[in-house]
């Protein structure tokens, strides 16, 4: 490979959450790992990976000029959009209008629900669910209603359409949240079920936020299709949400952004967004998104795509022959894995708080799934080095999953 995704670098005091945030905040992060074991962070999503050196050269390149006053954003950063949709995502008649900032995904949703919904709404969102939109959607006053994902005979996740349904009909229900692909499931959705979710919406005149912000980290052999792509009412009843901060590691920087067709309602989010005085670009943000969205960011995420589809498939048969009692589905997308411990929790006796403390302890930081309506989940990041990976893996399954007396026995 051209880039590098093997080197172990040490993020230690440099401000990552994911390795300087583990054990700061008791019973919502992972715990220190025990003396003799050094941390692999498997929790925050982000990756542990240098980004596309583009981005680097791009910020010091800017940096290097000594003025960092008032700006007008660029022509470069919508023709960078523009491109990058079109390439990745096949979108035609994308314009700059379209386009608008978003400080994150987050801040997006809470100014698309704040044109959508009144303080004390409901709001439709499948489960398991993504932490940040319980939390944003919870302290901005609305009220979530989850319609559970299940999974097929072939272990795919699938929506219920028919409890979708329901629930929008005795809820009252004229907004949802649609992730795509899902976090945490790491679910890709296909074409079918994106018209027959869309149909639904149009049916009962729900409005849609799509968060598509891990859409550019689809693993090999799937495929993304944009929510708005499916028909033209899906066109001018969504807000899509996107970034450049999953695909590159841009987290830090902060900078999202949405593409709205509809001229109406793109009126009324961005307004909405102007009214906290904060939603405002950084120049360095901006130069790094150009950057990232560059050729030289193609061929990396390129790159990018086979090493994390290689770590999905090394980790996915390492459970299924290691870990009896945990199931998963395969991830199709994103990065994440989401582990359903319940049948070893029964036959060992232990409750998902004890597991997790188990693999905290021998340095593996996973994240506790019930955060995301998992009853005895665990979500795991696997954009490491693979290295790590299966170092991960072996601690897990000697000190945590299988492990044996000074006999050699099962305890």
């Not at 700059?96 to 409901?122: H, T």
């Not at 979708?164 to 809820?171: G, S």
């Not at 495929?223 to 792509?229: E, K, L």
């Amino acid at each position: 490979m051209k880039y590098d995704f093997t080197t172990v670098i040490d993020r230690h005091g440099m401000d990552a959450m994911a390795v300087d945030g583990v054990g700061s905040v008791p019973g919502a992060r992972p715990k220190s790992p025990k003396d003799g074991f050094d941390l692999i962070p498997m929790w925050v999503a982000d990756m542990n990976f240098a980004t596309v050196p583009a981005v680097p050269e791009a910020i010091i390149r800017r940096a290097q000029h000594p003025l960092y006053g008032y700006y007008d954003i660029r022509d470069e950063y919508f023709d960078a959009i523009i491109n990058w949709q079109k390439a990745h995502n096949g979108a035609e008649g994308l314009t700059r209008e379209c386009i608008g900032y978003e400080n994150g995904v987050l801040g997006g949703l809470i100014s698309a629900m704040g044109v959508f919904c009144s303080a004390g709404d409901k709001v439709l969102v499948h489960s398991p669910t993504y932490v940040g939109f319980t939390r944003s959607m919870t302290n901005a006053g609305y009220t979530l209603v989850h319609s559970a994902l299940k999974r097929d005979e072939a272990g795919v996740w699938r929506m219920d359409f028919a409890d979708m349904e329901k629930k929008i009909v005795e809820e009252n229900i004229h907004a949802a949240i649609f992730c795509s692909p899902h976090n945490p499931t790491g679910r890709v959705w296909e074409r079918w079920e994106l018209e027959k979710a869309m149909e639904l919406f149009k049916k009962h005149d729900v409005m849609v936020v799509s968060d598509e912000i891990w859409s550019d980290l689809i693993l090999e052999g799937y495929r993304h299709i944009p929510t708005q792509s499916v028909s033209e009412d899906a066109r001018n009843r969504t807000v899509a949400l996107y970034a450049p901060s999953k695909t590159f590691n841009l987290a830090g920087l902060v900078g999202s952004y949405h593409i709205i067709y509809n001229k109406a309602l793109r009126d009324r989010v961005e307004k909405q967004s102007s009214l906290c005085h904060y939603n405002s670009m950084n120049v360095l943000s901006m130069h790094a998104l150009i950057a990232a969205y560059g050729p030289e960011g193609q061929e990396w995420l390129k790159e990018l795509r086979q090493v994390l589809t290689g770590n999905a498939r090394w980790a996915c048969d390492y459970i299924r022959q290691h870990f009896e009692g945990v199931e998963l589905a395969d991830p199709q997308g994103t990065y994440m894995l989401f582990l359903d411990c319940t049948r070893w929790c029964e036959k060992h006796g232990k409750t998902i708080g004890q597991l997790l403390r188990a693999g905290n302890d021998v340095g593996v930081a996973w994240q506790d799934g019930t955060q995301f309506h998992g009853p005895c989940h665990i979500r795991m990041n696997l954009a490491l080095p693979l290295s790590r990976v299966q170092e991960a893996f072996r601690r897990l399954d000697e000190y945590v999953f299988n492990p044996k007396d000074q006999n050699g026995a099962n305890l």
